[in-house]
């Protein structure tokens, strides 16, 4: 059965509490105390109603409201607002959901574009302006996206913007997504924090306000966790029911609290604070979100990106906003050394973008309860740096006849070179239906077709000179140090394999 066909109004953004509902204890408990005479909790749908109040028990498989797709049932004509919707994710998604049917708008101040800009870098493969990729969206795919450019911090605009829409749900992509450039000295720190945190900080009020019933879906990131030294698990955000903790002699559960944080950067720092804001939320306003901690995300191909040039998204490949594997990609295509920092042993949660995508469709249909805040860890596989360095340089010789090698270079950044990694990512299988059906060999495969053709090829060279690191996680002036160049299949994997738990098998 689909997976959430069984889902009641209870999930449904549509479904507006009524009563007197008093909500006590943390968000997690969904221990629920209705004040006045009924003990019962009613609703009303708002799309449906002529229904009057009654019990939150109609299953999404038995509402006329909600249809079923390969992703499973969602809201007919879903109003979904994407935060950020010019962006590598923002611009993808909204073509998947608008081809699902979905009613799609969306914000952004285009602040990537600039910082990658006064990179003196582009995106690699070509992007249109806006306009022109709302045209195109509507000529090629008949999509109609309703876009307003605005920051988020502008809580006037974005609250006007938010009454005339009434999303039913929102995906928060809108931030400044890199690490190094947090790095990069006080009013980057000070930029980055100011726009993540205070843009999630005034969007959580204005919900509480205007749409507390439709449902938050925001981008965390795996790197909130870290990677702890003793193989702990990476848990999916909360502790389960059954996890303990020891101390003299005595023993606590810890299950339902929230798990230890370890942030790598003043950018993941940002994204630790707004998952407590957003926690406090849940708790205080009843609202509904889901935290998705994201892996890396690689990959330029969707359905709707191939569709047509004009709606390709972007790729970048300079070092604050360039991505790992996408960076790789981008080194073989322009014969550069694929260049691994320190040992090239750290071990990261990866998904292809298409997978990506499938999770987050699966995860707008499927909203949590008032005031539960949940949270998933969107990755189908961990891998070592230095392993996907062989992929790819893999793919570039076999595939592309391309001579790739690998360069150990000096870590700019301040992290365990070597370190266990075990990650638990068993709610979207087991509870969102998700499984990754593609390989990385598959999707890297998929990256060079696109980033071989000559336009692309072109840009990446003249990108050459943005592509090596240069911010120290230390502030240290000066080159970052080649410590040795090798050829694929040369080295020793190393002490530690990563893993991951998809849970048991039913
Ligand atoms: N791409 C990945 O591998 C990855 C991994 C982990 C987490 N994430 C998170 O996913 C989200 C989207 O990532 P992405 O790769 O698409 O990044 P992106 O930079 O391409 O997209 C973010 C978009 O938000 C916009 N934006 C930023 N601040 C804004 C503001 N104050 N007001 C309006 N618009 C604003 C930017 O202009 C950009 O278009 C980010 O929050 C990022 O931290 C991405």
């Known amino acids: 059965m689909t997976h959430n066909a069984q889902k009641t109004c209870w999930n449904c953004p549509a479904a507006k509490l009524k009563g007197n509902v008093d909500f006590r204890g943390c968000g997690q408990s969904g221990r629920i105390v209705p004040k006045g005479e009924s003990k019962q909790i009613m609703i009303e749908c708002k799309r449906r109603p002529g229904l009057g109040h009654f019990e939150p028990t109609i299953e999404f498989q038995n509402c006329p409201e909600w249809r079923e797709t390969e992703y499973g049932y969602l809201l007919e004509d879903m109003r979904v607002m994407i935060l950020g919707i010019d962006g590598y994710l923002g611009w993808t998604l909204a073509l998947k959901l608008g081809n699902l049917g979905c009613q799609v708008s969306g914000i952004d101040n285009f602040t990537r574009r600039e910082l990658v800009d006064e990179k003196g870098s582009q995106s690699v493969v070509p992007i249109r302006p806006i306009d022109e990729r709302l045209e195109a969206a509507k000529e090629v795919l008949d999509i109609d996206i309703n876009f307003r450019e605005m920051d988020l911090r502008d809580e006037d605009k974005l609250r006007d913007f938010i009454q005339e829409v009434e999303p039913e749900s929102i995906v928060h992509y809108a931030e400044i997504s890199s690490a190094p450039y947090s790095m990069g000295g006080m009013k980057n720190a000070v930029e980055v924090q100011d726009n993540n945190v205070l843009g999630t900080l005034k969007l959580l009020h204005i919900m509480k306000d205007e749409v507390p019933t439709t449902s938050l879906v925001k981008l965390g990131t795996m790197g909130e966790m870290g990677s702890p030294l003793t193989g702990r698990p990476l848990f999916e955000g909360l502790f389960p029911s059954d996890a303990k903790i020891e101390w003299e002699d005595k023993e606590w559960s810890l299950g339902g609290e929230m798990t230890p ?104 249909g499927s909203p949590s309860e008032p005031g539960q805040y949940d949270v998933v860890n969107q990755i189908s596989g961990v891998h070592k ?100 160049e090798y050829e694929p299949g040369e080295k020793e994997m190393g002490r530690y394999k990563g893993k991951i738990d998809r849970g048991k098998e039913d």
């Open 261 to 364: 944080r370890d942030p790598a950067s003043f950018y993941h720092c940002s994204k630790v604070h707004d998952t407590y804001n957003i926690y406090e939320s849940c708790k205080y306003w009843w609202m509904r979100s889901m935290d998705v901690m994201q892996g890396i995300i690689y990959g330029v191909h969707t359905e709707e990106l191939a569709q047509d040039k004009r709606l390709r998204t972007r790729l970048d490949v300079d070092e604050a906003f360039g991505t790992l594997i996408n960076r790789f990609v981008s080194q073989a295509v322009s014969d550069i050394p694929l260049t691994v920092y320190g040992e090239g042993e750290q071990i990261r949660g990866m998904i292809p973008l298409r997978d990506a995508m499938e999770c987050m469709v699966r995860l707008i």
């Open 385 to 484: 740096v230095k392993e996907v360095a062989e992929t790819v340089a893999d793919v570039a010789q076999n595939e592309f006849d391309l001579d790739t090698s690998i360069q150990r270079i000096e870590n700019p950044r301040v992290e365990p070179e070597q370190h266990p990694f075990y990650a638990i990512a068993r709610k979207l299988p087991k509870e969102f239906g998700f499984e990754s059906n593609i390989s990385m060999h598959e999707e890297v495969e998929k990256m060079f077709e696109v980033l071989t053709q000559e336009r692309v090829k072109e840009r990446i060279r003249e990108n050459r000179e943005v592509i090596l690191p240069e911010t120290r996680w230390d502030s240290q002036d000066g080159e970052l140090g080649v410590i040795e």
